[in-house]
């Protein structure tokens, strides 16, 4: 049983009690390490919520030491009744969706004596100080968290008031309040001589001058860590950074300073103040100019975030994952970087990746990300890359063109990373809704490129699809009619280029095996349209094989026959099936199509009888007069389409057309296809002509020729799985 599937169906694993909340019907006693990641699971898979945190109001059963709320829906009430009955060391209740305040969460540890003396660890990121009853102070005071360590409040509305407070708590030694309403900083003097980390960027509303704020942390003697970096990435006019750096002895025990986002730092500062501090690991300098110098270059004991080089980039990308305005600086100096990139780098890729999940809501990062993604996957670098990293790639690439759906430079950045054949062939994402999505946008687009890869893309994902998906797909009357018009455009100027091509290709590929989708290519006036293709491209064989090709896709649906009962069409048809100048490519589904309108199953003859008895006649005579291509002209799921095709009653120019193309498959490809006979029942079919007394003398030599070459490759087939029945798109 695995985590995930507890986390989505706590509801059937428990019952309900009074107040709503849900309790487990049997529970043995978890281990305090398995509870405290099923509570931090159900807040990632977005589950928990008052009803179902009810199953940690049992401590005995269900014992949490470290609490993560992160993003979930939970009431004051509900955080105090389930997860404060708790001996809680740690509490992640950043960024809360609910009404609940720091004052709410204050005030129910706090009734909790073991959490009072045992919680060492607060984050309570982004949430709201006071509630909306208008009060002016908290339920109760940080200071009474006597074993508080590691407090987190930033992008909070915490005030002076509150920084006096939390300089009481008699253990701390992290603290970040970045973007808050903090005006003064003195307060931190309070705590000296435990403080061991600070956090202080984004504070706006600082009123102290520079030379206090110096004063302030050349007091700090023992703190290690200290980032006062600026996400507004401006020129440092008070010299802030360019003082506390030339300031002798300050801070000796630092060992992570972040100054990002300051411009104007010099590189003779930074390199002296890191020379006086050997035990210094990180510095942040991303935006600041500084950081070529030898010593910064990030390759040795100390990190460097910066933008000099790849290896501080990458840094930036690690550190500031969750900071936008940095993560846009980051990628458009590793764009830069990237452009001549000649190996692989899945480490890059995935911290870009991870920039990129951050911040789905920018259009700037996914702008800038998605163009950094196609320099580190073009060409042969997407071979060295992991499978598994290029489909979530492939998904946040999709995500952002949904998000973003009219921004032409996204759609054509993801589009270009998205046009390779081993991200389209061998990569696993969900190939149905990609080529929904991609359609569903195509209709924003009039940029001619951006329209040529969009339908390449679409006419290749959708041959990967299965019959089933195809199907779904083909239900979308939008989809064709897209398709449709882009057919008509080209047409309308004569062009053949790869649009129209891919086009074809893919309402070929879509109407394969789907009755809904050849009606709605019908309703879309689509015979009318291919009919005029027809005659327009006659010289013109690879557009002529994908109109054909669909066109067989429609005769094979009986009801349908009859839409395609039109002389001229049929005529047309026939002059290709007979000329001996149209290679075999566009003659077979020539053929196809005549073969489905003859048969003896579906509608009957409704034009000149004449007419169909030459071709019955000319079917018999040309495929006879067939030679197979060399190369790979079609392929099948299935030979369902041809068994109807082969009864004994039909005609021997019908049966010959079906044979021919069963043969040319299982000389191409004997395993796969033999197995598919086998596995269909086709094998007895084929006997069956075979030893019929009525059967063409022309039709048994062709159908004992499959028969030998099955005897001569069959192999037992184990698991009946149909081939893929995919059009080439070529």
């Known amino acids: 049983m695995s985590m995930a599937w507890v986390c989505h169906n706590v509801e059937v694993l428990c019952v309900a009690q009074e107040d709503g909340s849900l309790h487990f019907r049997h529970c043995p006693v978890f281990p305090q390490e398995l509870a405290d990641q099923l509570l931090h699971r159900m807040a990632d898979e977005g589950v928990l919520n008052d009803r179902t945190v009810g199953i940690f109001q049992n401590p005995e059963h269900l014992r949490l030491r470290r609490a993560f709320i992160q993003s979930s829906q939970l009431s004051a009430e509900a955080f105090r009744l389930s997860l404060c009955p708790h001996k809680l060391q740690e509490l992640n209740a950043s960024h809360v969706h609910s009404s609940i305040t720091i004052s709410d969460v204050l005030h129910s540890l706090t009734s909790n004596k073991l959490c009072r003396q045992g919680l060492q660890t607060l984050l309570m990121d982004g949430l709201r100080l006071y509630g909306e009853a208008g009060e002016e102070s908290l339920q109760a005071s940080f200071s009474m968290l006597r074993g508080l360590k590691k407090l987190s409040l930033a992008w909070t509305d915490l005030d002076d008031r509150g920084l006096e407070d939390i300089c009481a708590i008699p253990m701390l030694e992290s603290l970040d309040v970045s973007g808050t309403n903090i005006t003064d900083l003195t307060p931190l003097l309070n705590c000296q001589s435990r403080l061991l980390s600070l956090t202080a960027h984004g504070l706006q509303k600082l009123e102290m001058p520079t030379s206090s704020f110096i004063l302030v942390l050349s007091k700090l003697h023992l703190l290690r860590h200290l980032d006062i970096s600026n996400d507004r990435l401006v020129m440092d006019r008070d010299n802030l950074v360019q003082q506390l750096l030339e300031r002798p002895g300050i801070l000796p025990q630092l060992v992570s300073l972040d100054v990002s986002g300051w411009r104007g ?339 009957v003859w409704s034009l000149d009888a004449e007419l169909h008895s030459t071709v019955q006649e000319k079917l018999h005579s040309s495929v006879l007069s067939w030679s197979s291509p060399e190369h790979a002209m079609v392929s099948y799921r299935t030979f369902q389409p041809f068994y109807p095709l082969l009864h004994v009653s039909q005609c021997s120019g019908v049966q010959l057309w079906a044979l021919w193309a069963i043969q040319f498959v299982c000389r191409q490809n004997a395993p796969q296809y033999c197995n598919v006979l086998q596995s269909e029942g086709g094998t007895d079919i084929l006997r069956v002509l075979s030893s019929h007394p009525d059967t063409h003398s022309d039709v048994k030599s062709l159908t004992e020729n499959i028969l030998k070459i099955l005897e001569r490759n069959f192999h037992p087939t184990s698991s009946g799985t149909k081939c893929a029945n995919i059009i080439s798109v070529s």
């Not at 990628?331 to 970087?337: C, E, I, T, V």
């Not at 590929?509 to 491209?537: K, V, W």
């Open 265 to 603: 730092v010099s590189d003779a500062a930074i390199q002296a103040f890191v020379e006086d501090r050997p035990g210094l690991r990180f510095i942040g300098l991303l935006g600041t100019a500084a950081g070529g110098s030898e010593l910064l270059c990030g390759d040795g004991h100390l990190k460097v975030a910066g933008e000099s080089s790849l290896t501080q980039l990458c840094e930036a990308l690690r550190r500031y994952s969750g900071r936008e305005s940095f993560i846009r600086e980051v990628l458009a100096h590793l764009y830069s970087h990237t452009s001549d990139t000649e190996e692989p780098q899945p480490h890059i890729l995935k911290l870009v990746l991870a920039g990129m999940r951050h911040h789905t809501d920018s259009l700037h990062v996914q702008l800038v990300a998605s163009a950094c993604v196609f320099n580190l996957t073009v060409q042969e670098l997407v071979l060295g890359m992991p499978l598994r990293l290029l489909g979530n790639v492939v998904q946040q690439l999709l995500a952002a063109m949904k998000n973003f759906p009219n921004h032409e430079q996204l759609q054509k950045n993801c589009l270009l990373t998205l046009c390779s054949d081993h991200i389209l062939q061998v990569v696993p994402f969900d190939r149905y809704e990609a080529a929904k999505l991609i359609m569903m946008l195509l209709g924003n687009q009039e940029d001619q490129t951006v329209q040529r890869m969009a339908v390449a893309v679409v006419s290749i994902l959708v041959s990967k699809l299965s019959t089933e998906e195809i199907a779904e797909l083909g239900a979308e009357a939008f989809i064709m009619k897209q398709l449709l018009s882009i057919v008509q455009q080209k047409a309308s100027l004569g062009v053949v280029d790869s649009t129209l091509k891919f086009a074809l290709s893919a309402l070929w590929n879509l109407t394969d095996e789907t009755p809904t989708a050849c009606r709605h290519f019908i309703q879309c006036q689509g015979i009318e349209l291919y009919m005029e293709l027809l005659e327009s491209y006659y010289s013109e064989s690879s557009i002529q094989q994908k109109l054909l090709g669909l066109l067989n896709n429609v005769a094979e649906v009986e009801e349908l026959r009859m839409e395609l009962m039109n002389e001229d069409l049929v005529e047309h048809i026939l002059s290709l099936l007979i000329n001996p100048v149209v290679e075999v490519d566009v003659s077979y589904f020539a053929g196809g199509i005549l073969a489905h309108l003859i048969s003896v199953r579906g509608p």
